[in-house]
């Protein structure tokens, strides 16, 4: 159980970082592309590697598991947390996008009780109001400068907090790998469905830098451009199967926190490609919003050594 826990957790900081380097090569094609088109190619370059991996993981009859609906609807949830996240990165700075995201492993906590019946401490509800005083601090509503993308990001930490609960409560049947196919499948099938309905609709242009980067029509790609919509296939197979694999092997109120190692990251390709300084008020938002995950996360293992003690002490009174 202590293997899989540590190998949890180590799968879920190497995917967030994998994750984080698709957010600068969105983020450089966002002023020139639809989003549809940029996770349509993406998701292209991954099928045949996906298809590859699942074959030598669990083999493709897999794929055509009973739990078909249940792996649709989590693939189409996390398909619509993708989406309006890329949309927020085209309008807000890479740090205040990421760190707004990070309300994830709070809402992964908050809904484990209700949704898998893992038990939930006060405490920890506790920390995700911290965690929302951090949001507060961050995007100063009344201040002047509200920007509604950020409520894209929290969107989007929402439904992927619980596309990852819902990893949890299938992940006893279905593998990371057939989950990621899935995933790629919606992604796919999503980006064009929703290419199409704008396009039957007229619809090709917007004032807002995130609407624009949902409407905008289809274009033929320059070589550099296409490289970085391809190179996101590659990372996004990776990133995937890593993600899934650590909620699928570890509980996710104790995993869950380390989605945090990503902030990390997000600064520093802000500041490298985009020469993007974070506020002062990004920098304390975020700091409550971790802060509230690892004072969580610490909760959650004090009562987990709590309950095993006293399982050890009722064990041994038994005998």
């Known amino acids: 159980m202590q293997n899989r826990m540590v190998l949890g957790i180590l799968s879920l900081c190497l995917g967030v970082l994998v994750f984080s380097l698709q957010d600068p090569l969105v983020k450089a094609v966002s002023g020139g ?3 549809t088109e940029v996770m349509a190619i993406r998701a292209i370059v991954a099928l045949p590697i996906l298809i590859i991996i699942v074959q030598a993981d669990v083999g493709l009859k897999t794929v055509l598991s009973k739990r078909f609906g249940m792996l649709t609807l989590r693939a189409f949830i996390q398909f619509s947390s993708y989406t309006v996240y890329y949309l927020a990165i085209a309008a807000l700075p890479l740090a205040d996008a990421v760190a707004l995201y990070f309300m994830a492993p ?3 906590m908050a809904m484990a009780g209700p949704y898998l019946g893992e038990r939930v401490s006060w405490k920890t509800l506790a920390t995700v109001l911290i965690g929302l005083v951090g949001v507060l601090v961050m995007v100063r509503p009344g201040a002047g400068v509200f920007d509604w993308a950020a409520l894209l990001s929290l ?20 593998s990371s790998t057939v989950m990621a196919f899935y995933q ?15 396009h039957l609709a007229g619809i090709t242009h917007a004032a807002h830098p995130s609407v624009e980067f949902l409407v905008r029509p289809w274009v033929w790609p320059t070589m550099p451009d296409f490289l970085k919509m391809a190179a996101c ?9 890593l993600l899934s694999q650590a909620y699928r ?22 500041f490298l490609f985009f020469a993007e300084v974070p506020r002062e008020t990004t920098v304390l938002g975020a700091a409550l919003i971790i802060g ?28």
């Open 33 to 35: 592309y639809p989003v």
């Open 106 to 108: 709070l809402f992964i």
């Open 155 to 174: 969107g989007s930490a929402f439904l992927y907090g619980f596309s990852q609960l819902m990893a949890r409560r299938i992940g006893d049947t279905e």
């Open 184 to 198: 790629n499948g919606a992604y796919l099938s999503g980006a064009i469905a929703v290419a199409t309905v704008f």
């Open 233 to 241: 296939g590659f990372v996004a197979s990776a990133g995937m199967i």
């Open 249 to 270: 092997m570890a509980p996710a109120n104790r995993v869950a926190t380390f989605e945090y190692t990503g902030i990390l990251w997000s600064p520093l390709w802000g």
């Open 292 to 319: 509230a995950g690892l004072l969580a996360l610490n909760g959650e293992r004090r009562r987990g050594t709590a309950a095993a003690v006293t399982a050890g002490t009722v064990s041994g009174e038994a005998a």
